[in-house]
């Protein structure tokens, strides 16, 4: 069973946290803790198996390592927290955590541990949480993990393909970059795939419902040439907010050159309420062009969109 096995707070930054026996929780983090704050590293949790192989290797084999000296102020057992991706919750009684962060960069001199043993554990193992739900955690309540994944919508739009006069080889092949991508990242995704004809109705609707549904990132293949059947960048403008014309304006300068047709795309790409929008052409070439730009900076969006400071 995964549980809580210490709880810990601390007065002051770069110090150890102290064992508690219990710890109240509130929309700004753990009461009377020096990383409390409006931030998004509100709660930081550490387990304790990471604490004992850190110990086994340290380099002073006989010093013993107390809860909260990483300045953890949950430890754990019984859950790899290496598994949480960013926006996945832990439940804790009533307390309700949403992870922000996995590890963090080594504070060096300004760690305690690190001025001890010169190493710590908390920049690889540790995660970190802002709160969702207060309320009151101690050792020994249970901890339930609820993946929570950034959910990814495909929408091929292809009269033949949806004819079935051809096979959609696009979606496929995005498909598997979101996979190779995500599989190296701390984001946990959720891909789905749908081939439309060339159809301002239809793929209107399927935004629609994306939009209301807060699908995380909706990325259109083919549509967005000069053609007569070409709709796709007119649609997504037509329900977008806000536009980001750097990243296609890129992405045409890089290959345009080389592929000069790669110039007649009218790619673009945008934000309507929580959910990320782009066009992309419709050749396997082009997709694989376009997604591998777009992934180098969906993730920050995505938490550009809901408004977190991820730069604290």
């Known amino acids: 069973m995964a549980k809580v096995i ?27 803790d020096a990383h409390a704050g409006a931030w998004h590293r509100q709660v930081s949790l550490l387990s304790q198996e990471s604490i004992e192989m850190f110990s086994a290797q340290s380099p002073q084999p006989n010093r013993v390592f107390t809860h909260g000296e990483f300045a953890e102020n949950i430890t754990t057992q019984g859950i790899d927290l290496l598994t949480c991706g960013i926006r996945d919750r832990l439940i804790i009684g009533e307390v309700e955590l949403e992870v922000s962060q996995i590890g963090k960069k080594c504070h060096g001199d300004d760690c305690a541990i690190f001025r001890e043993v010169g190493a710590c554990v908390m920049p690889k193992q540790g995660i970190f949480a802002k709160v969702i739900q207060g309320g009151q955690i101690q050792p020994g309540d249970e ?39 995500f599989a190296q990242s701390h984001w946990n995704a959720q ?84 959910t990320q929008i782009y066009t992309l052409p419709g050749s396997v070439r082009a997709v694989t062009q376009y997604t591998e730009e777009i992934l180098k900076t969906i993730e920050h969006t995505a938490q550009m969109i809901r408004g977190e400071d991820i730069h604290a």
Do not use: W
Request: aromatic share 2%; glycine share 8%.
């Open 6 to 32: 210490s709880v810990n707070v601390s007065e002051a930054k770069g110090t150890v946290k102290k064992p508690v026996s219990k710890i109240l929780v509130n929309s700004e983090g753990i009461e009377g």
């Open 143 to 181: 901890i339930t993990h609820v993946f929570v994944p950034l959910q990814i919508r495909l929408i091929t739009l292809s009269d033949r393909a949806a004819a079935g006069v051809y096979e959609d080889r696009s979606g496929p092949c995005v498909e598997t970059l979101l996979a190779e991508h």
């Open 191 to 274: 891909v789905s795939r749908v081939v439309i004809p060339d159809d301002v109705g239809q793929l209107r609707d399927l935004l629609t419902q994306a939009i209301e549904t807060s699908v995380d990132v909706v990325m259109t293949l083919g549509s967005t040439g000069v053609g007569p059947r070409d709709i796709a960048p007119d649609v997504v403008v037509s329900v977008c907010e806000k536009t980001l014309p750097g990243v296609m304006e890129f992405i045409r300068m890089k290959y345009g050159e080389a592929i000069p047709s790669a110039r007649l795309s009218r790619s673009v790409a945008g934000v309507a309420g929580q």
